[in-house]
């Protein structure tokens, strides 16, 4: 039996693997000269691989989707994940934030191991094969030497999202799908960072900078982590988390400078110094200099202690809009859930595995990308085995 896996990522290989171990002869097609590229420069300055926090709040994290991802998470979860690296040579370790990284703490090594692996496996790799569409028994594709098919009792398609076009997310996988028939959510820009219109004091002085031990608030959903200044407005972890409702536009994001602590105790310190300046009283109040620039930003600093309090725990930044999706980490939207069936199979083309990010699910950073990418790789190949059964 003959499987053909299209997409190079985290999520194709995996399926690729399974299906491998499986018994089946795969192959693997991928616009790319090698595979992994996205993963080997994301894990660069260190791969977070998956989540070590209770597994419950991990399904949280997957908002919408979580109910139709928890039984593919709980079939192949974070410790499932951190066996298989460590089967590959590259044992885990959990850092501080309770993120979980290889002992290499970036990609090659475990990339290296998993292709060798996959090549003993007799896992096939195909580049420079773009995909052009579904035929009956296989795909097409547009390769080295012109239009190419490759027949397959099986497909598994794990294309990605559209962030990163440079690194072969372009989205391009989506008109074909359509005109298969596959019902298709746009694709818009998931973790990405937001275009704030700071003074030019602010962005000379502050780009580069961290805010840290903040709380961070927009439309509904608030989160406790580190955003870092740009010349153009904020990105990092925090501002990634409230990606969802930062791509609605222009809105007021409001920042808790001193979560842990009460307005009218913060209001009581900020009085200590009645004939300090405010910039003193803010310092002495355990305030960074750049916490101080973002409450300059919102406004003039008020000189009475209880309003100068209530700045400091709800500092409003005016987002005038989000990065575009060739900047972003990652992309929501995709393949419909209403169009897959209970195996990760296409409604509209029995035969036909998704697994990765090209379904229509999004999550923040933190390995939980890349755990549902794993998970789905796994999952839709199971879900092949159970259909050529």
Same mark, same amino acid.
């Given at each position: ?49 998956? /989540? ?11 908002? %919408?989707?979580? /109910? ?25 370790? &959990? ?7 290889? /002992? ?40 080295? %030497? ?6 397959? #009792?099986?497909? $598994? ?21 359509? $005109? ?20 030019? &004091? ?19 959903? +608030? ?28 809105? #007021? ?6 979560? #842990? ?5 913060? !209001?009581?310190?900020?009085?200590? /110094? ?29 000189? #009475? $202690? ?24 990652? +992309? ?46 796994? !999952? ?10």
């Amino acid at each position: 039996m003959r499987a053909l896996v299209a997409g190079a990522g985290p999520a194709g290989l995996m399926a690729a693997e399974t299906l491998a171990r499986a018994g089946l002869r795969v192959e693997v097609a991928d616009a790319a000269a090698s595979p992994l590229r996205k993963f080997l420069l994301a894990g660069r300055g260190g791969l977070n691989l998956t /989540h070590a926090e209770p597994f419950e709040r991990v399904l949280g994290r997957y908002g %919408e989707a979580r /109910h139709r991802l928890a039984p593919v998470l709980r079939a192949f979860p974070p410790d499932a994940l951190r066996e298989w690296a460590a089967d590959l040579g590259e044992p885990t370790f &959990v850092g501080s934030s309770g993120r979980v990284f290889p /002992h290499g703490f970036k990609a090659t090594k475990l990339a290296r191991a998993w292709l060798k692996r996959l090549g003993e496996l007799g896992v096939v790799y195909r580049p420079r094969r773009r995909f052009l569409g579904l035929v009956e028994g296989g795909a097409l594709f547009a390769g080295p %030497e012109g239009d190419e098919r490759l027949d397959a #009792d099986v497909v $598994a398609l794990a294309f990605g999202g559209a962030s990163w076009p440079r690194l072969g997310g372009d989205g391009g996988w989506v008109e074909p799908l359509r $005109a298969a028939g596959v019902e298709i959510a746009p694709l818009k820009p998931a973790n990405m960072g937001v275009f704030v219109d700071w003074s030019p &004091v602010f962005a000379a002085r502050f780009a580069g900078q961290p805010v840290k031990a903040a709380r961070w608030s927009l439309g509904g959903l +608030s989160t406790r982590a580190e955003a870092v200044v740009t010349a153009r407005g904020l990105e990092g972890g925090a501002i990634y988390a409230l990606s969802a409702a930062a791509r609605d536009g222009a809105a #007021d994001l409001l920042v808790d400078l001193k979560p #842990d602590l009460a307005e009218a105790a913060l !209001a009581e310190r900020l009085s200590r /110094h009645p004939r300090a300046s405010r910039a003193t009283r803010l310092a002495k109040a355990g305030l960074a200099p750049v916490a101080a620039g973002l409450l300059r930003e919102a406004g003039e600093l008020p000189a #009475d $202690a209880a309003a100068l309090a209530a700045r400091v725990k709800a500092c409003a930044v005016r987002i005038a809009g989000a990065a575009g999706i060739e900047r972003a980490i990652s +992309s929501a939207g995709g393949v419909r859930w209403s169009a897959l069936d209970e195996a990760f199979m296409l409604k509209a083309r029995p035969g036909v595995f998704v697994a990765g990010e090209m379904i229509d699910w999004e999550a923040p950073t933190g390995g939980y990308l890349l755990q549902a990418c794993f998970a789905t790789g796994v !999952a839709a190949a199971r879900g092949a085995l159970a259909w050529l059964s």
